[in-house]
């Protein structure tokens, strides 16, 4: 039985269609992340299946039970839904264990579990306002998992942390994956964190739902130009090369390319397929490199874990199996 179940949901703001008919169900236990630009309607979404934002159209089912939305009950928001947003709410002053007393139902080594998979256990003595964002993020999201949820809905949980304090929430979303059964829905503008954490993806754009799928499907098959750029880099592929690698032609009157992740381009010279070119320009990534090559006039983008000096002359190989057609953005 599906735990959560979005039906044409519509909200207007003002004079902008924030969501426009969007449907979707998220199984019981199954991890959803939703993508889109900022403005795609993601956070408005997000806030209405919370019970925060009232909808203008289209229902909310939680075990095939309706959800009222603010307009329609006395206290919004839903006891088994949790919402941690971007701000890291917390009342200021209070104790750490003090916030966590108000708000806990569970027992004393349920508690404790929670406190310890969220990395706070150590701080409950410290005012909230003494805290790290980090540190705020994970109390408030311990908060939140103390009241005994079983939807919980993360609105950019990385966007206001730095990179230490990043890899510190993944590792306590990927310990609550281990030990909770949660049914969860993040809105992230990290495609790194959607694409590890996710079992389906949600593509947004302008309030609608333009495509789903698993990470692997919208990463390397997606459908739009849209979805392949908020889920990493890619690479439109010139219609000479195109036609080099016996790609079928596509009519010239659709607004539609043929694409490829740049670190399925592979630097070789023993294939059977392959381009010759020039290395224009190398950039230093950490873990690997991204190196341009001009080939007949055009630039190809290739990740690579060797370096290439500018000018180096190298060879080319794409599987047209990593290719793909796109729908590219008006």
Same mark, same amino acid.
């Given at each position: 039985m599906p735990k959560l179940r979005v039906d044409r949901l519509f909200k207007k703001l003002n004079t902008t269609i924030a969501v426009d008919g969007v449907s979707f169900i998220v199984p019981e236990g199954e991890k959803l992340a939703i993508a889109g630009s900022t403005g795609s309607g993601k956070t408005t979404l997000l806030k209405i299946i919370a019970g925060f934002l009232q909808s203008d159209g289209g229902e909310v089912f939680l075990h095939d039970k309706k959800l009222?939305?603010?307009?329609?009950?006395?206290?919004?928001?839903?006891?088994?839904? *949790?919402?941690?947003?971007?701000?890291?709410?917390?009342?200021?002053?209070?104790?750490?264990?003090?916030?966590?007393?108000?708000?806990?139902?569970?027992?004393?080594?349920? *508690?404790?579990?929670?406190?310890?998979?969220?990395?706070?256990?150590?701080?409950?003595?410290?005012?909230?306002?003494?805290?790290?964002?980090?540190?705020?993020?994970?109390? *408030?999201?311990?908060?939140?998992?103390?009241?005994?949820?079983?939807?919980?809905?993360?609105?950019?949980?990385?966007?206001?942390?730095?990179?230490?304090?990043?890899?510190?929430?993944?590792?306590?979303?990927?310990?609550?994956?281990?030990?909770?059964?949660?049914?969860?829905?993040?809105?992230?503008?990290?495609?790194?964190?959607?694409? *590890?954490?996710?079992?389906?993806?949600?593509?947004?754009?302008?309030?609608?739902?333009?495509e789903q799928g698993t990470p692997e499907q919208l990463y390397r098959y997606p459908l739009f130009e849209y979805t392949a750029s908020l889920l990493g880099r890619y690479q439109v592929i010139p219609e000479n090369i195109a036609s080099h690698l016996g790609l079928s032609p596509i009519d010239p009157t659709q607004n539609v390319k043929w694409m490829i992740r740049p670190e399925k381009i592979k630097l070789s010279s023993s294939q059977i397929i392959s381009l010759t070119g020039k290395v224009i320009s190398r950039h230093f990534f950490g873990l690997h490199f991204i190196i341009v090559v001009r080939v007949n006039d055009e630039l190809l983008s290739v990740f690579s874990v060797d370096d290439f000096n500018t000018g180096t002359i190298v060879e080319i190989y794409i599987d047209p199996a990593d290719c793909c057609r796109i729908r590219m953005n008006n």
């Open positions: 009222l939305g603010p307009d329609e009950k006395l206290m919004p928001g839903h006891p088994e839904i *949790a919402y941690l947003s971007q701000h890291f709410e917390l009342r200021n002053n209070y104790r750490v264990e003090e916030v966590m007393e108000y708000s806990n139902k569970l027992s004393g080594d349920e *508690a404790d579990e929670i406190l310890h998979i969220c990395r706070v256990d150590h701080l409950l003595k410290r005012k909230t306002n003494e805290l790290s964002g980090g540190e705020r993020q994970r109390a *408030a999201l311990a908060r939140l998992l103390l009241t005994n949820p079983t939807v919980l809905l993360l609105d950019e949980p990385f966007s206001n942390l730095d990179n230490i304090s990043k890899k510190v929430i993944r590792e306590v979303l990927g310990d609550m994956r281990q030990k909770l059964q949660l049914t969860e829905i993040m809105v992230s503008h990290d495609p790194e964190e959607i694409l *590890a954490w996710a079992d389906q993806i949600l593509i947004m754009k302008n309030g609608k739902l333009i």
